[in-house]
């Protein structure tokens, strides 16, 4: 059984950093693309920062240069640090593991962990 579980989220001043983590279980996590979407009430979720299971990362522009996104396979854990803050980084973010396994793709979702950035 696949889980993810976010951590990290909290309160935050413009210009300060957090860091999110996200656990996986399951069997998958070397051969999965791990990414962080966030959703703000109204919004549609959008992709923040995605890294494959070869290392290769990839961001949103309104992040890009500011966030990190990073992956300890011995863990099996994916991590976004979040630098220089702004207060429209505020949102649920939640992790995302895809992967295929024969001829299926299996995408999941861990429960989300709020991020809000005000003063």
């Known amino acids: 059984q696949v889980q993810l579980v976010e951590s990290g989220g909290g309160l935050v001043q413009p210009g300060g950093s957090l860091r999110l983590s996200c656990a996986a279980s399951?069997?998958?996590?070397?051969?999965?693309?791990m990414a962080w979407y966030r959703q703000v009430p109204g919004k549609q979720r959008e992709l923040v920062a995605a890294?494959?299971?070869?290392?290769?990362?990839s961001y949103a522009d309104s992040v890009s240069g500011r966030f990190t996104i990073y992956r300890e396979n011995a863990k099996n854990s994916v991590y976004l640090q979040m630098n220089t803050l702004k207060p429209e980084d505020t949102g649920v973010y939640y992790c995302?593991?895809?992967?295929?396994?024969?001829?299926?793709?299996?995408?999941?979702w861990g429960q989300g962990t709020q991020v809000t950035v005000t003063s």
């Open positions: 995302n593991a895809n992967f295929r396994s024969g001829v299926s793709t299996y995408n999941y």
């Open positions: 890294i494959s299971s070869g290392g290769s990362t």
């Open positions: 399951g069997r998958f996590f070397t051969i999965a693309t």
